[in-house]
């Protein structure tokens, strides 16, 4: 009930606050679970995303954000989960912990280039993402989050109401990659190839705004 009205709430606020703008959600696949793996510029990016996808997520979230009880309520709602600025440093710590997530059946989010992009430009990705797939065999989902650099970058502390988009790209499924590949290569593959689809999803938003 709280997960639907925090939906809600989340819905509203982007839609009415950003214009938001959500694509490619009839493309995803039936298959659960499933790794999100989006751009990230701005603390908008999680709720947003959240609210976007279908089901269920589990993300982490740095505890800073759980500080505000009505901002904690509604983002815990939607699966966000608490990382201390000591722990975020720990890769192996952070990894475990989605791993856990995705053996017990939950779709997460991951923002694979680590941090959030001072200039909102993609930066380069961290091979977490891939790890947790070919060890999962669960399917990667490029997402492209678009205008929430602008709307609230990391230099400021509230948002403006510029508009975002959203988009769901196609599936990236490490079970259909060439068997006589070792897991380092599967791994260095799915990154490939989530890096081609992330960079050409912000080209095309590059070339709308000229």
Known sequence: MLYGLARIVFYLYYKLYHRIEIYGVDTLPSKRPLILAANHASYLDPPAIGMAFPDKLRFIAWEGLFSNFFMRVFITAMGAVPVSQENKGSAASLLRQVLGFLEEGFNVLIFPEGKRSEDGKLM?????????????????IPVWIEGSHKAM??????????????FFGEAIDPSLFPEELTEKETRSLLLEKLNDALSEMQEKQNKLTF
């Open 124 to 140: 380069p990705l961290e091979g977490g993402v891939a790890l947790l797939s070919v060890r999962t065999m669960t399917p990667v």
């Open 153 to 166: 970058s990391p230099s400021m502390s509230f948002p403006r109401p510029y508009k975002l988009k959203i």
